[in-house]
């Protein structure tokens, strides 16, 4: 990673990020590999945490910064619609899913305080009861970023629960697909898989 502006092992919260220098930019172009994470910044602009550590304010509201993120990457709102009726949810609050990629809410979208963020460089989270805080562990590459984030623990654990059941319902798509197709390879590329790997570590001890 090339000009990291965060050490290994830091510890921030999202508010302190916010406070800390940032570029002011009218556009910039977000896809699912160059940013953690993002949020509102006052009422009418963006906060982006990009993955090399550099902080943007995009000179937009997060709903358009949002849109402009989804039709660049092909990624539509209605498209995660049928997957999120199969889990049977009435009022789901949706993530961005396309397979290995998700973009997860922290929260339901309509509060102020709603961080989305990268799940595929997500390496563990955990609650902080004092602080009414979920913290969020990314890895790139060498570096590590720690980042609490508002949060209420079980409605973040259901959100990113749903849509990590939804990006493996796209990744065995795309291997049946392949199957059809006369594609033959061992589909290891599943979901982040938070919960089966936490079961499986509860019945081991």
């Not at 990624?75 to 999120?84: A, F, K, S």
């Not at 990314?138 to 409605?155: C, D, M, T, W």
């Not at 796209?170 to 919960?195: P, T, V």
Request: net charge neutral; proline share 3%.
């Amino acid at each position: 990673m090339t000009n990291c502006q965060f050490k290994t092992t830091t510890f921030t919260t999202i508010n302190e990020l916010k406070q800390g220098p940032v570029t002011l930019t009218g556009y910039y172009q977000l896809t699912w590999n160059n940013f953690l994470l993002i949020t509102h910044y006052g009422e009418r602009q963006t906060f982006v945490l990009l993955q090399d550590g550099r902080r943007l304010v995009i000179d937009k509201p997060l709903k358009q910064a949002l849109k402009d993120f989804s039709v660049i990457n092909h990624c539509y709102q209605r498209c995660t619609i049928p997957y999120y009726d199969i889990l049977g949810e009435k009022h789901p609050i949706r993530a961005f899913v396309a397979g290995r990629n998700l973009l997860v809410p922290s929260m339901g979208i309509q509060n102020t305080e709603v961080v989305y963020y990268m799940a595929k460089p997500l390496k563990g989270h955990y609650y902080l009861d004092d602080q009414q805080e979920m913290m969020l562990l990314f890895e790139i590459g060498r570096e590590s970023l720690n980042v609490s984030v508002p949060a209420y623990q079980r409605k973040f654990d259901k959100i990113l629960k749903q849509a990590d059941a939804i990006s493996q319902m796209h990744l065995g798509e795309l291997h049946e697909m392949e199957h059809r197709y006369g594609i033959e390879r061992d589909c290891a590329c599943y979901g982040n898989q938070f919960y089966e790997r936490a079961e499986l570590a509860s019945k081991a001890f």
